[in-house]
């Protein structure tokens, strides 16, 4: 049990439609980043944000964008997909720790 | 730009064997450095991490790492490993937006 809940586990979607991706956690994280994990790959940082706000983005189109609400959960959505799409989407929450952060279970997306 | 190298894709070792997983970095900085286990379909979990101070760190699981700033390396060990230790493994440099190394397969023998 990580603390972190990402929903849906599993979502299939056909190319060109659009997906939103939530993470939430029972305590409040100010810090939350978004990660996109290809098969047999590392993660690829997406976007952070911190207090609400876009505070960091890796090398990815602006139709991957993010929300951070007031409770601290988190959307990640994703307009016109594409098949190359198809990967695990890593929820991390900034833990207690500077620097550390503690990932969510994922969410399997894959685009038909 | 700050990035990881994880020269070894796959590395298989028997039960009780000894383990060291090579993690090389780039960063500009003090990095701070982190070791990730991820198990099939599962998140990752945090095996240890290093800011500063003691360069050899311990972590969870019997799991150790040693920072060498003159090599721009944080190499992962474990002195006699289990066949639960299957898994993913991931290095990584933060601290924010942190940057994943492509990982390392672990396979153990019996």
């Known amino acids: 049990e990580t603390g972190v809940t990402q929903s849906p586990t599993h979502l299939i979607k056909t190319r060109g439609q659009q997906v939103t991706l939530r993470c939430s956690s029972q305590?409040?994280?100010?810090?939350v980043s978004w990660y996109q994990q290809a098969l047999g790959q590392g993660p690829q940082f997406i976007f952070q944000y911190y207090r609400e706000e876009e505070n960091g983005r890796g090398n990815f189109p602006p139709r991957f964008s993010g929300l951070q609400f007031p409770n601290y959960s988190s959307e990640l959505n994703v307009n016109a997909l594409e098949l190359d799409d198809s990967a695990l989407y890593l929820c991390a929450l900034m833990d207690g720790t500077r620097g550390g952060y503690t990932f969510g279970s994922g969410t399997r997306l894959t685009v038909v | 730009a700050q990035s990881v190298t994880q020269p070894d894709i796959h590395i298989t070792v028997s039960e009780g064997a000894s383990l060291e997983l090579r993690c090389n970095y780039s960063?500009?900085?003090?990095?701070?450095l982190f070791w990730y286990v991820q198990s099939p379909g599962q998140g990752l979990q945090l095996l240890l991490k290093?800011?500063?101070?003691?360069?050899l760190v311990q972590g969870i699981k019997g799991f150790e790492a040693e920072f060498k700033r003159s090599q721009s390396s944080f190499n992962l060990r474990k002195p006699s490993v289990h066949w639960s230790d299957a898994a993913e493994y991931f290095c990584a440099v933060g601290p924010n937006d942190m940057r994943f190394g492509a990982g390392t397969r672990l396979t153990v023998k019996p």
């Open positions: 290093y800011f500063s101070g003691d360069t």
């Open positions: 960063y500009g900085a003090t990095p701070y």
């Open positions: 305590s409040g994280h100010n810090t």
